[in-house]
């Protein structure tokens, strides 16, 4: 039998290997008690709306945010085949931290950007995942076919793929950047196991903007030096 796929609605994560994480790790350190808050029920695991989200305006961290926009870049250019006709503008970052195994992050997406970053700054062992929910699958054709039943006799899906999950998770160690479209659903999750101390990333939103001689194109922002503000 022969036939043929067309896997037209991807989702692409990258992980990429920050080459300076030992500097990085040690120069967020110093700054930490600028950027550290205090926990509540309602905030416990990330600073973003305790603690001003302006991670990246710290001149001792450039280099740090230089080498995630690069990654951006090469994930834009080089694995999604976009032309280079954009600049990247790091609009928002702070803290996602978990002390405890059920600091645990809701589902939610970043309705303000385009392409959101996690830089793992310190991962214990047993840390929690970030997990994806592939919320746009044309494949599920009715609500709840592609979820996983504690009865296997009750799963419908005989083998879970890229074709059919309805979610995916990982683990990305300590000193790598993981990059994934701002619209796409996420969350973390505790997965079991012995967990103790911290786990530690920074996390923000980029915006791609055409770049001052690509205006050519009807779609895409342009520089907020050009907008006009009332």
Known sequence: MKFETFN???T???VGQMDGHEKYKNDFYKLYPKFDYEESAIDNTVSEN???PLIHLEDTLDDLFKEVVNHVKN?????LEYRDIFDYAITKSWLSRARRPDNEIRWHIHSTSHI???YYLNMPDN???IEFDNNCSKNMFFTGINVEDDNKERTIV????ELNAQNFFLHPPEGTLALFPSSLCHSTRFTGGDFSGERLAIVGD??????DDEFGFSTGYISDKYWKKY
Not at 75 to 79: I, K, P, S
Not at 158 to 161: C, I, W
Request: contains cysteine.
């Open 8 to 10: 037209i609605f991807p």
């Open 12 to 14: 692409t994560i990258y």
């Open 50 to 52: 305790i603690v001003k």
């Open 75 to 79: 994930y834009v250019c080089d694995v």
């Open 116 to 118: 959101s970053f996690a």
């Open 127 to 129: 840390s929690h995942c």
């Open 158 to 161: 005989d083998q879970y793929n």
């Open 206 to 211: 980029v915006t791609t903007i055409l770049k």
